[in-house]
């Protein structure tokens, strides 16, 4: 576990249940989960979701930071905020995406993540 500015004692479990929460209170939309363990040492997991405007893309990801922060991890990096297209907060074992729905389309992450898988990638709806 990522622990430079993580409270040690907050699990991806916990970490993922604060995402998804924050995900859900701004009504991010088509929300999807991609376990990438074992594929690469930077994360456990991807969560991408997608806003409706710039705008509600920025909150997301404003919203996702702050519920992280209550559950005791401080985002070691936030990107793409000026813009709002596409907002990454890397909170060290999760790794979240929000991005416009054009954008979220052109770069295809949950096609690139999930190359020759089967059954990895979740719908957060389902996996609740």
């Known amino acids: 576990m990522s622990t430079a500015r993580t409270n040690k004692s907050v699990t991806t479990a916990t970490l993922r249940k604060s995402v998804i929460d924050a995900l859900e209170e701004l009504k991010a939309k088509d929300v999807r989960e991609i376990d990438v363990r074992g594929k690469t040492s930077i994360a ?11 705008r509600h893309v920025k909150s997301i990801a404003d919203e996702v930071s ?12 936030v990107e793409g905020e000026q813009e709002g297209e596409w907002v990454l907060v890397d909170l060290g074992d999760v790794i979240v995406h929000v991005m416009l729905p054009r954008i979220r389309e052109f770069y295809g992450l949950e096609r690139l993540w999930t190359v020759g898988d089967h059954g990895h990638e979740v719908d957060a709806a389902q996996a609740s």
Request: hydrophobic share 50%; glycine share 14%.
């Open 66 to 77: 702050k519920f992280a922060k209550k559950a005791g991890v401080v985002p070691l990096g």
């Open 44 to 54: 456990d997991l991807l969560v991408i979701a997608s806003g409706t405007s710039a």
